[in-house]
């Protein structure tokens, strides 16, 4: 069975700093999708940014990016120029082709001013 | 932007009773899926449903769950007896088909359910 792990329960930033979220995973498929959601108090889930694995280049929005490291089976979240809005659980999420999400255990990100 | 409903947003039952928790996936999509997440942990897929049949079900989904789609707008999951470690929050989320299937899911706000 597909594992995503986060090993960061928690992580603080200062504003304005760049913070990376890590996230590992472990599958034998070559073909499948990396997620990152966050979480805020409101408990929404709100997707952040995605990556298919066959693309080599990393995505970006904005101010969130990734680095996707297939052999290695990583898949990192930075935020740039954090605001007190990015507080919220971040979660790292793996998909196969048309299966369900796997998610890791999330990662508290607390944004201080 | 086109946006998954639920509802109620927070439901409190009494253990034993069963409840109907309600989804509106977006109108064009084919693939809905109940997930589930205990206060503080991970987001549990509970199920998924395509072409008005269950795909695929985890070991969560016993025979105390059921998912239906009575119209060709609502979602729902009911709960038969429900028991104090039912307690979560219920989230909906839909998946669109073709090039599109690809993307994340949509998932709605969630159903607090408390069971007392």
């Known amino acids: 069975a597909q594992t995503v792990t986060q090993s960061q329960p928690e992580m603080s930033v200062q504003e304005a700093e760049t913070v990376t979220l890590s996230c590992t995973y472990d599958t034998s498929e070559s073909d499948y999708y990396l997620f990152w959601y966050k979480q805020p108090p409101s408990r929404q889930m709100i997707l952040v940014i995605r990556?298919?694995?066959?693309?080599?280049q990393n995505a970006t929005e904005n101010r969130f990016s990734v680095n996707f490291q297939k052999a290695a089976k990583s898949f990192s979240l930075k935020i740039s120029d954090s605001q007190l809005g990015d507080a919220a659980m971040y979660f790292c999420?793996?998909?196969?082709?048309?299966?369900?999400?796997?998610f890791g255990a999330g990662t508290i990100l607390r944004v201080k001013s | 932007e086109p946006e998954v409903t639920q509802t109620p947003s927070h439901q409190v039952t009494q253990m034993g009773q069963e409840v109907i928790l309600r989804c509106v996936p977006i109108s064009n999509h084919l693939y809905f899926y109940w997930y589930r997440q205990i206060l503080g942990q991970k987001v549990e897929f509970l199920v998924s449903f395509y072409n008005n049949e269950i795909s695929e079900k985890s070991e969560i989904f016993d025979d105390q769950f059921s998912v239906e789609r009575p119209d060709g707008s609502n979602f729902t999951l009911k709960i038969r007896s429900t028991k104090l470690e039912d307690s979560a929050m219920y989230f909906c989320a839909s998946r669109a088909t073709g090039a599109k299937m690809n993307y994340g899911y949509t998932f709605g706000s969630g159903t607090r359910l408390t069971v007392v």
């Open positions: 990556q298919e694995a066959y693309k080599q």
């Open positions: 999420a793996y998909r196969e082709y048309g299966n369900k999400l796997v």
